[in-house]
Nanobody
Framework: QVQLVESGGGSVQAGGSLRLSCAASGNTRSSFCMGWFRQAPGKEREGVASIHSEGRTSYADSVKGRFTISKDNAKNTLYLQMNSLKPEDTGMYYC?????????????????WGQGTQVTVSS
């Protein structure tokens, strides 16, 4: 089992930045893939970014060049640096972990999820 707790969400204006954090605990060594996913009201959950324990990353086209996923293994913490935020980035952001095909697009395969942190971007 892996426990995940997100933080860092908030309300910003378009063009602003936020940094999300996800603290992991439990059997973290069993999960070599971690990722960030989001869900806007009335929409399906979608992948944002993922990172493999070996360092490989993947990003949704909509966030490439603006978002950066990283991980501090010593702290068991996952990050998502979000720059140049747009109103369409608004949603609940979740982190997830598992030993699955590691890609932002494979969110349905992840078993371990946090409770989410809200990001609201106003125009």
């Amino acid at each position: 089992q892996v426990q995940l707790v997100e933080s860092g969400g908030g309300s910003v204006q378009a063009g602003g930045s936020l940094r999300l954090s996800c603290a992991a605990s439990g059997n973290t060594r069993s999960s070599f893939c971690m990722g960030w996913f989001r869900q806007a009201p009335g929409k399906e959950r979608e992948g944002v970014a993922s990172i493999h324990s070996e360092g490989r990353t993947s990003y949704a086209d909509s966030v490439k060049g603006r978002f950066t996923i990283s991980k501090d293994n010593a702290k068991n913490t996952l990050y998502l640096q979000m720059n140049s935020l747009k109103p369409e980035d608004t949603g609940m952001y979740y982190c997830a972990a598992d030993s699955v095909l590691c890609s932002y697009s494979t969110w349905r395969l992840f078993r371990y999820w946090g409770q989410g942190t809200q990001v609201t971007v106003s125009s």
